[in-house]
């Protein structure tokens, strides 16, 4: 299941990932890509991610050290005493940029056609490979991508045509002099939450709009294209009040517009990223869309940066294992490899199930979002329940799972000089912003389930699947449709009572481990079909498991089955079905 067993060597303290290929060294990634993507497009990439891997795993990874250690820097006045404003970045951020943005392009795959020399653009299950090996060496970055393709769509599925002239281009450039980046300031100290509470006024004058307020929380400060939300004044009350602004840092004749940013944030984690804390005073901004629909359509934009949420918590899981692999296959303790202890290979398969439960479920989003957006209205009901699902548990797996991987190099991994203290610092974020853990799960239970009954959908597709892999030892497939319905129906009861709000954690979990546990199966049975190895199908087992049933605590388990799991998991031998088929019954 895993590739780690290259990595720099060292002498007493256990080697790093560096010089690691992260798309080599993970192997789901490809089978998985395979699965999703025409196969003209995944020739095409395959190359890239190639590239990409290599330089994450070392280039990249070098300047995101460095980058975190050195943080952006707000100036107020240049050297002659001029009033101007700006961040002053590391070389190694901008260096990160210049690979993101001018040499893969991320930000504008599902905008424009001819990057990388593809002839259209992307669909989301292939840019997220992308953004999935990027944030693998670095996640702070990975918010100023995302945002700036988040108000790409914003402004080309809202915006008017004169708008869409005057800034689509600057933010879908992959020429670093013509790329503007793009921000979303929605958080104000009164409300990020509750948005409706926001007090930033917006006022006409001349057929545009001056807005005036304070912004909270606004990643990628200096932004040049910012989308943000503000009250009209006279609009009611709450979220229906709320309009979406576009916001230029510049206006047209080179001027700075009216709003200051006061400082940086002194954040725990995404240190090299700037977050900044903004006074609008009359700041010069065009409407976006329909005034009256400004919460909705930012709504629309947050859905899809959870999904891009999500796959940037599966990279830092995975990176978390690349180094916890890495440590266990080049330490040795007690005269046997970490590896071949067998805690320690327990504790392995514990940090790894969640990494690859997690690239299935973002797999599964990244194509139903694919498919929606080509018109299917099942796939979008699926989009409705699968976005809050994957935003929750993996931003929450992604704490534990750095936290594990980090112990696994020992006091080691406690130090800044490697990689494991950034990721699980960084890891903390995930489940934040873009909603609280609390938030999106009231999202996944009372408005996916309880408004929308999206869970249907959800249902019926991991049914269909199960139907169409008859590859899956019969009496597993059983099980896992009588895990379905469990799961659906329990979804259902929270939603439908009140008084059972407090469950809507539980029962999002519980949604995202059935809805994994089908798909590693489902995909399993498929990777065995081309490849002869049912590795992935075994970890529908690990779920169950771990995650969807509760042992006898007092209980001795002699049969050594999870050893047998752990022998083929942790190691490279491809495993047959025959071989698989013996522990899923
Ligand atoms: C590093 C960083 C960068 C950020 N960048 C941006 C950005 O660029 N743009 C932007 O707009 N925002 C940004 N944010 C803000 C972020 O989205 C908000 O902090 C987040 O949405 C939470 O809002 P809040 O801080 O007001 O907390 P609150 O909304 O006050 O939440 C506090 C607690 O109350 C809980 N809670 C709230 N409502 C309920 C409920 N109904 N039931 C149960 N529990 C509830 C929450 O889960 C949370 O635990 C950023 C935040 C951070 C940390």
Request: charged share 25%; aromatic share 6%; net charge neutral.
């Amino acid at each position: 299941m895993h590739g780690v067993e290259t990595a720099s060597g060292s002498d007493a303290i256990a080697p790093d990932t560096t010089g690691l290929n992260f798309y080599r060294a993970d192997p789901s990634l490809g089978d998985l890509l395979r699965l999703y993507l025409p196969a003209a497009l995944f020739r095409h990439i395959e190359p890239h991610l190639d590239r990409l891997g290599a330089l994450a795993g070392d280039h990249l990874d070098q300047c995101a050290r460095l980058a975190d250690r050195h943080p952006p820097v707000l100036h107020h006045r240049d050297r002659f005493g001029r009033d101007r404003q700006w961040i002053e970045y590391h070389p190694a951020y901008r260096e990160l940029e210049r690979v993101a943005y001018g040499e893969f392009g991320i930000h504008a795959m599902s905008h424009r056609s001819g990057i990388l020399g593809w002839p259209q653009t992307y669909p989301s299950a292939a840019k997220h490979a992308f953004t999935y090996l990027f944030n693998q060496a670095e996640f702070g970055l990975g918010c100023p991508i995302n945002v700036t393709d988040g108000a790409a769509m914003l402004l080309a599925r809202f915006g008017d045509d004169a708008l869409k002239g005057k800034y689509l281009d600057g933010l879908t450039q992959t020429d670093m002099a013509r790329l503007t980046q793009g921000a979303q300031f929605m958080t104000e100290k009164e409300g990020g939450s509750d948005v409706g509470k926001l007090t930033t006024t917006a006022v006409p004058e001349g057929g545009n709009w001056r807005l005036s307020g304070e912004k909270w929380f606004c990643s990628n400060a200096d932004a040049s294209v910012v989308m943000l939300l503000a009250r009209p004044e006279g609009a009611a009350a709450g979220t229906r009040g709320v309009g979406l602004f576009l916001m230029p840092r510049l206006l047209d004749d080179g001027s700075p517009n009216r709003y200051r940013i006061v400082r940086l944030k002194d954040k725990l984690g995404t240190r090299s990223m700037a977050s900044g804390e903004i006074k609008l005073e009359g700041a010069f901004a065009y409407a976006v869309g329909r005034l009256d629909r400004g919460f909705v359509q930012m709504a629309e934009m947050v859905n899809w940066s959870r999904l891009s949420n999500g796959v940037k918590s599966t990279a830092l899981m995975r990176r978390a294992l690349h180094d916890a692999m890495t440590v266990a296959h080049g330490r040795m303790v007690f005269g046997k490899r970490i590896v071949d202890q067998p805690l320690a290979r327990r504790q392995l398969l514990k940090i790894m199930l969640p990494v690859e439960q997690a690239l299935s479920l973002c797999f599964m989003t990244a194509d139903a979002l694919d498919r929606a957006e080509a018109g299917s209205q099942e796939a979008a009901a699926l989009v409705r329940i699968l976005t809050p699902v994957l935003k929750f548990r993996s931003t929450r797996d992604a704490r534990k799972v750095t936290g594990d991987a980090l112990e696994m190099r020992g006091g080691a991994g406690y130090i800044e000089e490697f990689a494991p203290a950034r990721l699980l610092r960084d890891a903390h974020l995930g489940s934040i912003w873009e909603g609280t853990s609390n938030i999106v799960a009231l999202d996944a239970v009372i408005r996916a389930v309880g408004r929308h009954h999206a869970e249907n959908a959800l249902g019926a597709d991991l049914h269909a699947r199960l139907s169409e892999s008859s590859t899956i030892p019969q009496g597993w497939r059983d099980r896992l449709r009588a895990l379905i319905d469990r799961a659906v129906g329990f979804a259902q009861s929270v939603a439908a009572d009140p008084a059972c709000e407090a469950d809507a954690r539980r029962a999002t979990t519980t949604l995202y481990h059935v809805a994994s546990a089908v798909m590693l199966a489902w995909e399993g049975a498929r990777i065995h079909e081309y490849r002869g190895d049912a590795r992935r199908l075994l970890l529908s087992r690990l779920v169950l498991d771990h995650k969807l049933s509760r042992p006898d605590v007092f209980s001795v388990d002699r049969s050594g089955d999870e050893a047998m799991l752990a022998g083929m998991l942790l190691g490279d031998t491809p495993v047959p079905l025959a071989q698989a088929a013996v522990h899923l019954s």
